[in-house]
Each structure stands twice: as C-alpha cells, then as structure tokens.
C-alpha cells in the first residue's frame, strides 16, 4: 500500500530530507522501514535503540495515535508530530 | 581569533570578526541543541546536536556553512539497556576520532566520523555497574591522547587512562577526593566527579584536573592527583586550559555544587604561571557589575595565539586574546552556551 507521510520541520530542516514522503506498507513500521530505505538517516531521529518511536514524538494514523504495529490502509495519512515542549 | 563557533541550547551560530568588531551568524540547526564542536582528518567540521525529541546527530561541513548529517551516528546497540543522550565531545588524536558521550561512554571512528564502534574496554569496564550520573548526567566528555596513553573524563565516575590504544582501562583517581565523601574517607575506585582534564603540550603525562572537588594535577600520568588552588575563590568550577606555548593555566572557579555561579558574582578567569603553585585573576577588563552565571565543561576554547573565551549559561561570551591580560565581553547574547570552539 502507498501512504503519505509528514515529518515535523523541525527534523526535516535539520536533516535535510523532505517533510512529506510517499512510502509503501502495511503496517506503521513497515512504512518506516520504506521511510528508512530513502531516508537512513532518519532511523535513529524517530525510533530509540529498541526499536520503539521516540518518548517524545506521537505518530498519528489518519488521525489516530498509532504504534509501530499499527495497521495502515492505502493513502493513509500518517503524521509525526513532536511533544511541544521546552522554553 | 576570527571566527569562533558557538554551540547553545538553541542552534549553533558563528562569531566572524576581530577585536572590537564581530558579526553573527546563525541560527545554525535552529531549534537543536548544538553540544560539541570538533575537525574530522579531512579537516571538516563536526557538531554534534541533540534534541529531547529526535535523539542526537552529527553534522559534518568543509566551510561552517553547508552541512551535511552522517547517517550512523554512535549508538548503543538493541538490548544493551542505555540511551545515547548527547554526544559530548570530539577528540583527532592524529589518526583516529574519538567521541565521548552520555549514556557515558567512548566511540572510535577511522573513517571521519560516518561510522563508530564503542570501545568496550572502557565502556564495559569491570566497575561499570557502579558507575553514577553527575548533575549533568552520566556522561564520557573529556578525552586526551598522547605519549602513547589516552585519559577519558566520566562524570560522576573518573579519570580512566589505557596504556595499550584503549583496549584496557584503569582508573585514575588518587589523591582526588570522590564526590560527596569525606577527605579522609576510604577511597572507592569510581565515583569521582571530574570536571575537565588539560594536558601539557611537551609532556602529556602532566596533566591539570578542574574537579567536582577541587583543582588538581598530576605529573605521573594520572598515577597520582595533589590539589592546587592557592589563591582561587573556589575550588568547584568547569573550566581547565593550559595554552600549549607559555604554559599558563587558565579556569574559571564558581561558588560551589550549590549554587554554580562566582563567587558574590564576580565573575574572573584565574590564571597560575606556576603550574598551579599559585593563581591570581587574570588581567583586566571584567566587570564591576555581579555577573550570577554560570560556565559549562564544553564552553571554552583557546588556541596557541594566545586566544581563549568562554560562553556562560547567561548566553555572553568573555573573549581574550593576549592569554588573559586583557578581556572583552562581547555584545551579542546567545542561549545558554554548552560549546565553544576557536576555528581561526
């Protein structure tokens, strides 16, 4: 399945990739790996060193908070967006 | 000096200029915390960034300006139970890269900085299980080479030092008291809160510590610590530097653990041309007004010129260029600094 994803600018500026990606999968962390493949430096922004998404970022599935199992249709809209916190 | 670069809590930026006369540029890496700067053997620049939400990254660049991120930064392995929090130094030994970082620990990289390797002699060193956080958290920042011999500084754990390209590891403590104990306590062999580590540039094996404890130095290697700080207001504070030519040392002493800002807000640099024997404030030029802020480990540099500065968490940075005769605050005000680095 082909989805869209949104990246924060925050990451994207910094990282000198693209905020909005189109990637294949059936599951949230299927997109990802797709995600990662393009983007391999972006592996260890988003997940920590077990492999989990960031304590601090939320990842949205058409609107709905998901997990890495999280399954996604096609041309999901998936969103990460990062804890707005901070001075 | 002409160009300085500048790490905050809210990008880097770069200083241009000289004397009275410097210009800003920046934000570098708006919004990241920019930790550590370091050079790369192909003479590329390297920052360090972190954020409480991406995790930490390393940026390379040929000219300060165009950067690009390496893809495998240091990382600790699935399982292992630690997180990388911040890269805390970079340190061109002449032939291999060396970071240290937060969950402490040293990486090795031999192929400019893309690819790491952990260094398991020390980061799995036999009292690892005992090691404890500093306030600024378990953290590998300080790393000197030379005579054969590599020293690694571990808040709050110690001076580490390996005799053999740093495949084993022995700690390096006597004569410092641990953090938080007696004196005249008995003497646990990590648990020691160092601050900062300079070496003399003819003789390695001399070396100045700015601890948790106090302001000591050894001339064996490390075998042995003895503290030096007649004359200072205190003896807590961050900053050690030793200028490679003449010798002179250079710290910057605050009040305690306690509070972390100098002594009734008299912020100085003390400097000692005696090898520690003796300090006195260095120069003239400070202010009459209380200065209540603080210095970080990684925000000084100086050069052999005779440059140095340093950036306080009150985001202004004191600048002297004659080894600390003469200094100059400069106008800009950035975030708290938490990295300096002369570049030219």
Known sequence: MTVRVRLPRVLTDTAAVAPRHEVAGDTLGEVLDSLFADAPGLRHHLLDEEGRIRPHLLVFVDSVRADIDTPVRQDAEIQVLQAVSGG | ?344
């Open chain 2, 1 to 344: 000096m002409k160009r300085i670069a500048v790490g905050t809590e809210k990008g880097a930026y770069l200083l241009k200029g000289s004397d009275s006369s410097w210009t800003v540029e920046g934000p570098i890496f708006p919004g990241w915390k920019v930790t550590a700067f370091g050079r790369a053997r192909d003479g590329s620049h390297l920052a360090a960034v972190g954020s409480n939400w991406f995790g930490i990254g390393i940026h390379r660049s040929s000219d300060f300006e165009e950067w690009v991120e390496t893809e495998t930064p240091p990382a600790w392995p699935e399982g292992s139970g630690r997180k990388m929090e911040q890269i805390w130094a970079f340190h061109d030994d002449g032939e291999r890269l060396w970071a240290g970082v937060a969950d402490a620990g040293l990486f090795v990289s031999d192929d400019g900085a893309a690819t790491w390797a952990p260094v398991p002699g020390l980061n799995e060193h036999r009292t690892r299980d005992d090691w404890g956080p500093g306030f600024g958290g378990l953290c590998a920042h300080r790393i000197l080479t030379g005579a054969d011999r590599i020293w690694v500084g571990i808040s709050a754990v110690g001076c580490f030092r390996s005799d053999d390209g740093g495949v084993t590891w022995e700690a390096k403590n006597e004569g410092v008291p641990p953090v938080d104990t007696a004196e005249d306590a008995e003497r646990p062999e990590v648990g020691y809160c160092i601050h900062g580590l300079a070496h003399d540039a003819i003789d390695p094996n001399r070396i100045w510590r700015q601890d948790h404890r106090g302001v000591f130095r050894t001339s064996d290697g490390g075998d042995t610590w003895t503290r030096i700080e007649d004359g200072l207001p205190a003896g807590f504070g961050f900053v050690i530097w030793r200028h490679p030519g003449t010798g002179r040392l250079l710290t910057v002493p605050l009040h305690s653990d306690g509070s972390r800002v100098p002594v009734d807000g008299r912020l100085r640099a003390y400097v000692s041309d005696d090898d520690g024997d003796s300090w006195q404030v260095a120069g003239t030029g400070w202010s009459d007004s209380p200065q209540f802020t603080g210095v970080l480990r990684g925000a000084f540099g100086g050069d052999e010129s005779g440059g140095f500065c340093f950036g306080t968490t009150g985001g202004k940075i004191w600048l002297t260029a004659d080894t600390g005769e003469t200094w100059r605050e400069l106008k800009p005000a950035f975030p708290r600094i938490a990295a300096i680095r002369i570049l030219e």
